[in-house]
Structures are given as C-alpha cells and as structure tokens.
C-alpha cells in the first residue's frame, strides 16, 4: 500500500511541477530539513533518504543525478521515493554526487531552496544490522526486541522479542558481522545465553563456580573460536535532576573468554583482579591482543563520579587460548578527564573508536559522552568531532571493510537513541553523519518511543528462528560451561 501511494504522490508531483518550478519565489541558503541529509556520504545501496520541510504545508523535491537522471517526490509531510527510482539514482552516481533541490510551500506561497548535494561513495556497506529497541522504563523487563534492518530497503524483522517468555533481550554480537555464528544473552527468571552456529541454537548456563556471574558483553575472535566476555554485578538507580534521568554501573566485573571448541571459559588472575573492575574486552583484527577497560573499585553510589576507566591490553595466544602475563596500560583516564568506554578496534587493524564520557562505564545516558578515535599505528588520539554532537554519542560499530561505522545518539530530542551511520575514508576523517532511513521519518520517530541499543552490522541476513529461541529459552535444561586458569 505504502509503494502505491509513493508511485501516486511521484504521477502527481510530476503533472504539476511545470507551473511549480515557474512560480516558485527563489530564497538563499539550502532548505533545514530533517533528518539532515545535507551533504552526507552515503553507500551506493542505502534506503531512499525520506525527509520533511518543517514548517511547510507541502514540499517539493527533484533528485538529479551526474547523467541528469532524475526522481521527483514530495507531498504534505515528507517525500515518498520509489525504492526502484531511488537505486536508480544510487547506481549512476557513485563516486559522484546526488544534486537535490527542494520547493516548500508556505502560506499558498513556493520556496525554493539552493540545491544541495548528497555523496555516493564507491566504498560497500554490510547487508544491514542489528540492534536492540528497548522502551525507556529501567524497572520492569518492559516490551523490548532484538531485530534486524536491512539498509538497502525499509524491512525490520523481529529476530527475538520477550513477548513469549519473562525476561530481559540483552547483549548479542555477530561473528565480526558473519550472521551464521550469533550470541544473545537473556537476564531474568529465564536466563540463558543463547548460541547459533550453523542453525543451530543452544542455551548456556554460563555462570560457574570460579567466575563472578552470566557472561555479557560479547564480542568474537576473528577464528570464530572464541568469545570474549564481560562478567558483571550491575545495579542502577535514577536522579532526581531532570537532565540526569538514569545510572547504571557494576558492583564488581572481571573479563574471561569463551573457548567455542572446549566449551570452557578461560580468565587469568591478570584480567580478573581484586579491586580492579575489568569490562568491555575485545579481540584485536589480528586476534593476538585483547583490549580492555578497567577502573579502581570505589564506594557506590558515593565514589561513582570518581570513577575512571583506563584502556588496557594483554596478549592472547589463540593456538593454545593463553592470556598473557603483561597488562600494559595504553590510554589513561586521567589524561582525558573522564573514563573510556567500550572499545571497539577497526577490522583493518588501524584504528580503535571508544566513547569517553565524565565518569563510569554505561555512556548511553551520559549527554557529555562522545566517540573518540585512537590511531594504533601513531598512538594519537582525537575526538570524532565530524560525528560527534552536543548530546549523547555512543555504542557504536564498524562495518566489515572498516569504511562505515555506526552509532547511537540522543542529539534529536535527549531522551530517545536513535542510529546514525557515518563513512570512514582512508586517512581516518568521518563524513557527516546521516539518521538511518524511515519511509515517514516524521511520524516514525513521534510514533516510537523506544531507543536503538547496541547496533551491530550484519553482512547477510541472521538465519535465527526465533520458535526455537523461545523454546530453549523457556526449556530449563542449560548446558554448563567448563572452566580452566589461563597457564
């Protein structure tokens, strides 16, 4: 019905854009539209950019591209464009550039705005992502999903949803974006982490003897025959300022990594230090260096803005699972006055993005958290002011080639996450970031109210059936997770 209508809108807009365009009075400066997509780089394969005029009774809108090629769309809230024009479009002008030129009408009068151009790049983004959507109400195990988008069109499709069982949809990671190995962690009376491989799923009792609780954090070792894990005491509580509406941090957290093969976990004195809190660890491309955070232990709630998270690494020996002797600190907190967030290195191996904020390690409700930029060849840090705005920017991912990343920010109205991709080029400079498409990105986001959490690429879709997720989660058979002390 949604195709009808936009192939309805394009038959109209075309029939009376002769005397449109004739009449319309010219104004200076390009048209402040919403989502911004003025003068953002985007993949050759990325959903029609929909927007609206605010302000506008209608608008009007010519999509041109470098042969001249063009789509026209527009209407009373927002454009509508054809998926088959658009990927026209898209085709013609990579390494190039889209030129759009925008018409309003205001008070029975037409606007029209300077053009302004949108980048194709040549560079390939991933099949689409992953990502939690989560209402706002910490409390209780509220509505709340795993799902998946593909970029190229609009679809979302629920990969696991807690409608069917009592629980929280926690942490989940693909295989570095390879939807065939999959991990989702479950919290609550059903608690379980699920693994698929190759179709498969499995529920893990992944708490032992030895380790200080369930495993969370995931994040995948290039083999594939590991996962490193964060095992935590998280509370929360809530401010009375209106600014500060939520605080999540850990009682206590060490790091241990998941043998695949052995079913066993691994951790090391070294990583799981008493009155050290070890978090957030992860593989390096090559998958011989495990990065990590960590912070002195401090009284909570009291000492939590004293709390500073320093980024670490230890070598790993992936042929024998051996985490290695030396934990050498590589960026300070006090350097930057604040504390280092998830970590997450490029596959390429060059760079290492992390989210700083003023104190502890849950950066999502933090409105002075950005994304910064670590080189691991110069050792140089710099903070990703291309991206980065006056609110919260965090939780972020890189695409499989290293040249998209994307990430969640609350910069549209402080309260809701929303996703943001942004091109990466070969000297390391982010482009303009760009809100991830809606067909009606008006009435979608007024209309939604929960946040996107945690995103992750997929490089095809995720073959997860969420009947038999649901059963196993529900099932109260878990298999146990061995252990052993890294040699």
Not at 31 to 40: A, Q, S
Not at 168 to 194: E, K, M, Q, W, Y
Not at 256 to 273: E, F, G, H, L, M
Not at 367 to 383: F, I, K, M, S
Request: proline residues 6%; glycine residues 8%; negative net charge.
């Amino acid at each position: 019905m949604k195709r009808f209508l936009c192939f309805i809108t394009s038959l109209l807009m075309l029939a009376a854009c002769g005397p449109r365009e004739r009449n319309a009075t010219q104004v200076q400066g390009v048209p402040d539209i919403w989502p911004d997509y003025v003068g953002v780089t985007v993949p050759a394969t990325i959903a029609p950019l929909d927007f609206t005029l605010p302000g506008a009774d209608a608008l009007d809108v010519r999509v041109t591209a470098p042969d001249g090629y063009s789509l026209r769309s527009g209407g009373k809230t927002a454009t509508c464009f054809s998926e088959k024009g658009w990927k026209s479009l898209l085709k013609r002008s990579v390494g190039d550039s889209l030129m759009v030129t925008v018409s309003g009408l205001f008070d029975g009068v037409w606007r029209r705005y300077e053009p302004f151009r949108i980048f194709v790049s040549g560079d390939e983004i991933d099949y689409g992502l992953t990502y939690r959507l989560i209402e706002p109400g910490y409390q209780i195990y509220s509505h709340m999903g795993i799902y998946e988008r593909e970029l190229g069109s609009f679809r979302q499709r629920a990969l696991l949803e807690n409608t069917r069982f009592a629980g929280c949809v926690n942490c989940h990671a693909s295989f570095r974006g390879d939807p065939s190995a999959f991990t989702v962690h479950i919290r609550g009376d059903h608690g379980a982490t699920l693994l698929t491989r190759d179709g498969e799923i499995r529920a893990y009792d992944t708490k032992t003897d030895s380790t200080l609780g369930f495993c969370v954090y995931p994040y995948w070792h290039p083999s594939g025959n590991y996962i490193a894990y964060s095992t935590c005491s998280t509370r929360q509580s809530f401010h009375a300022q209106p600014d500060k509406l939520i605080e999540v941090f850990d009682l206590d957290s060490d790091v241990q990594i998941y043998d695949v093969v052995r079913n066993q976990i691994i951790t090391a004195p070294q990583v799981k230090r008493h009155g050290i809190w070890e978090t957030f660890p992860v593989f390096s491309a090559d998958g011989r260096t495990l990065w990590f955070t960590a912070a002195d232990e401090v009284q909570i709630p009291s000492g939590l803005p004293d709390s500073h998270y320093n980024l670490y690494k230890v070598s790993f020996d992936p042929e024998t699972g051996t985490i290695g002797q030396e934990v050498e600190l590589v960026l300070a907190a006090a350097d930057f006055n604040g504390s280092i967030c998830f970590p997450r290195p490029s596959y390429d191996g060059k760079y290492l993005m992390f989210t700083l904020c003023d104190y502890g390690t849950f950066p999502i409700w933090h409105h002075e958290a950005d994304l910064w930029l670590l080189d691991l060849a110069t050792g140089e840090t710099r903070p990703l002011d291309e991206v980065n705005s006056p609110d919260t920017d965090s939780y972020h991912n890189w695409s499989a080639n290293s040249r998209w990343f994307v990430f969640s920010s609350r910069r549209g109205d402080g309260l809701f996450t929303r996703l943001y991709i942004a091109h990466f080029d070969e000297n390391g400079v982010a482009g303009k970031p760009f809100l991830l498409p809606q067909r009606d990105p008006k009435n979608y986001d007024e209309d939604l109210f929960r946040s996107y959490n945690v995103p992750e690429f997929t490089t095809g879709p995720v073959p997860f059936n969420s009947i038999q997720a649901q059963q196993a989660i529900n099932s109260p058979d878990r298999i146990p997770f061995g252990f052993r002390w890294s040699e």
